[in-house]
Nanobody, 124 residues
């Protein structure tokens, strides 16, 4: 069973940066599509960024140009670097994986494995 554990969330001022990390155990990441999702109270979990096993990437409109997803298969780590953070980026960020080559438009319904989440707060 794949286990995912996020870290790196916290409080940051608008315009600041954060780098989220996700440590995987139990399975290799080489054959899994991976992604980051965000949830705010009262809303469904939404895809922020996803990466196929071929390193093709998807970004939501709000993340495009500011966020970067990456992974290190050898270290079994998935990362989300977030720059120029805005108040609307706040929420609980979840690391996720799918037993497939890719996510279809980073849809949360396709996720097979979830991390426990790490909270990001944007405030001055």
């Amino acid at each position: 069973q794949l286990q995912l554990v996020e870290s790196g969330g916290g409080l940051v001022q608008p315009g600041g940066s954060l780098k989220l990390s996700c440590a995987a155990s139990g399975f290799s990441l080489e054959n899994l599509a991976v992604g980051w999702f965000r949830q705010v109270p009262g809303k469904e979990r939404e895809g922020v960024s996803c990466m196929s096993i071929y390193y093709n990437t998807y970004y939501s409109d709000s993340a495009e140009g500011r966020f970067t997803i990456s992974k290190d298969n050898a270290a079994k780590e998935i990362y989300l670097e977030m720059n120029n953070l805005k108040p609307e980026d706040a929420g609980v960020y979840y690391c996720a994986a799918r037993r497939s080559n890719y996510f279809t438009r980073c849809a949360s319904r396709d996720v097979d494995y979830w991390g426990q989440g790490t909270e990001v707060t944007i405030s001055s």
